[in-house]
């Protein structure tokens, strides 16, 4: 896995919107496979930024989200769907329905699961997935204990999960204790999969899914199979990393070779 060590979270959002925004100009078409929760916010403020003041854009570009908790309908403030219009998607020139996230009101979930994994495909499979990590080590909402080969499917969240997440509702009893999820077999079959981590209260979780092994314990660890994978980290949640001095030094190197092309 490479491993982009910034500064701070700011630095991450922006580095990680640095990649997505070269994809989209390289492919204007471009599917990208998002993710919500508190560390993309930043990363998607400097698409908006990029949009409005360079013009990048989204008209051809198509989206699908990581997850979406079962029993919220879109317009629910906590919804994952909410999410991203209001930070995301009404910001941008992405057509609406381009956008996708799996249907949080299903009566059918298998049926749902299904056809969104057969959305994914026909689009042409995701380009880019931005990655969140769990404090647990999940991606997406693949709890400890998820098949390494998941496909989407209906998940139960574990109580880290719900108190984690419990900050957006304002109390435990309001998070819903089942999301659907792509699984991490999906995910793995992104051609370029972006892991973005901050502060220090995912350190121990970042450790273990780049340098522990490869174990459904922590589901991020996959990610060690994926031969295009990145993990932008800040300083914070890189610090239990045994090896942050080499992948520093490799990032120097790579940039060096660059800068000489
Ligand atoms: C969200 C998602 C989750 C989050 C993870 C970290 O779509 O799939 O895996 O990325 O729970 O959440 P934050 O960023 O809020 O710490």
New binding site residues.
């Given amino acids: 896995m490479r491993v982009v060590i910034v500064e701070d979270a700011e630095a991450a959002g922006r580095r990680a919107a640095e990649e997505i925004a070269d994809l989209v100009r390289r492919k204007p078409n471009a599917v990208l496979g998002l ?6 916010v930043r990363c998607y403020h400097e698409l908006v930024r990029m949009h409005r003041e360079e013009g990048l854009d989204f008209s051809q570009v198509h989206t699908f ?3 979406e908790y079962l029993g919220l309908a879109p317009d629910h403030p906590q919804s ?1 769907r909410y999410f991203m219009q209001s930070h995301l998607f009404q910001h941008i020139n992405v057509p609406q329905e381009n956008t996708h996230l799996p249907d949080g009101l299903t009566k059918d979930v298998d049926a749902t699961c299904q056809q969104y994994e057969e959305q994914i495909r026909s689009a042409g499979g995701i380009d880019i997935q931005l ?5 647990d080590g ?4 693949n709890e400890p204990g998820s098949s390494l080969a998941s496909r989407t499917r209906l998940k139960s969240l574990t109580a880290e ?1 719900i108190r ?2 419990a900050r957006f509702f304002g109390s435990e009893a309001d998070v819903p204790q089942l999301a659907i ?1 792509t699984g991490v077999g999906t995910i793995l079959e992104s051609r370029v999969c972006l892991m973005l981590a901050t502060g220090q209260q ?1 350190a121990t979780a970042v450790r273990e899914a780049i340098e522990g092994a490869v174990s459904a314990r922590v589901t991020a660890s996959a990610l060690q199979l994926h031969p295009q994978s990145i993990a932008v980290l800040d300083e914070a949640a890189a610090a239990e990393l045994d090896f942050a001095d080499y992948y520093r030094r490799a990032e120097q190197l790579r940039e060096s070779l660059r800068g000489a092309s």
């Avoid at 993710?35 to 993309?40: D, H, L, N, R, V």
């Avoid at 999940?138 to 909402?141: G, L, M, P, Q």
């Fill in positions: 993710a919500t929760g508190g560390t993309p989200n990581l997850d994952y990655l969140g990590i769990g404090s999940h991606i997406a909402f999960t984690d997440n999820t995912k």
